[in-house]
């Protein structure tokens, strides 16, 4: 996956929580499109805590380095991808709601969905729940546990 986001406007910069929330979520991003090397591994200490929970409709995950085994495994069986925000993520009291896109190698759609975010209370994400909100072709959401 590489990196790549859509551009959007916003009416104003964010201030506060959500302005660290908005640099996390960019960390996030960055840390999906990045294969395995040491910025993936600095961008999952500095993004996540050590055992942050990924629930989604293929499965259970803890900790960062099952994450990047997922985006890894993705990557080798479906190709090249890269995920990119839909839109700006919206944030508010220590949570924060990112819809994404997941584009192949040639640029093609494979799926839609949105991540919902907890932060602790140093801003580190330690809990996502994610939804598709367009599955790929084929999806099978009984084939998982």
């Not at 500095?46 to 409709?57: K, Q, S």
């Not at 190709?79 to 700006?88: D, H, I, L, M, Y």
Request: no cysteine.
């Amino acid at each position: 996956m590489t990196d790549a986001m859509t551009e959007t406007t916003r009416t104003a910069p964010p201030t506060g929580e959500a302005a660290d929330a908005f640099a996390q979520m960019e960390r996030y991003t960055r840390f999906w499109n990045t294969g395995p090397d040491d910025e993936r591994a600095r961008l999952a200490s500095a993004v996540f805590t050590d055992e942050v929970e990924y629930r989604a409709p293929v499965g259970f995950l803890r900790g960062a380095a099952a994450l990047a085994d997922f985006r890894d495994q993705f990557v080798s069986h479906a190709g090249p991808a890269t995920v990119r925000r839909r839109e700006e993520p919206e944030v508010h009291h220590g949570r924060a709601r990112l819809r994404w896109e997941i584009l192949t190698g040639d640029g093609t759609s494979f799926a839609t969905g949105t991540d919902v975010i907890e932060f602790d209370e140093d801003g580190r994400i330690r809990a996502i729940s994610a939804f598709l909100d367009r599955a790929p072709a084929g999806f099978d959401p009984t084939a998982h546990d």
